[in-house]
Nanobody
């Protein structure tokens, strides 16, 4: 499955952004999906996941602020980011998992989110 992420940009602290990741080349609905991020000088971290059945999980630092969702009709996964903090500044990557697995099948290209104070 090929992934194309979009929606990054510059936003002030406290603001919102919505990232999108469009998938092609495979039956989207069978894949769990996720968002990772990598901040400057830091390791890549898992931000949120959504299963093929729409179950979600979040890293503690974004709980209550970020929402992951999917639209299987549009082959797209979203990450709604609210109450953004400077610490959310990072390159965000979407991933597709192999069906029924926690193994990553595909990575999208990154989209940069910059949160200014």
């Amino acid at each position: 499955v090929q992934l194309q992420a979009s929606g990054g940009g510059l936003v002030q602290a406290g603001g919102s952004l919505r990232l999108s990741c469009a998938a092609s080349g495979s039956r989207f609905s069978v894949h769990g999906m996720g968002w990772y991020r990598q901040a400057p000088g830091k390791q890549r971290e898992l931000v949120a996941t959504i299963s093929s059945g729409a179950g979600t999980n979040y890293t503690d630092s974004v709980k209550g602020r970020f929402t992951i969702s999917r639209d299987n009709a549009k082959n797209t996964v979203y990450l709604q980011m609210n109450s953004l903090e400077r610490e959310d500044t990072a390159v965000y990557y979407c991933v597709a998992y192999k069906p029924g697995s926690n193994l990553i099948n595909s990575w999208g290209q990154g989209t940069l989110v910059t949160v200014s104070s």
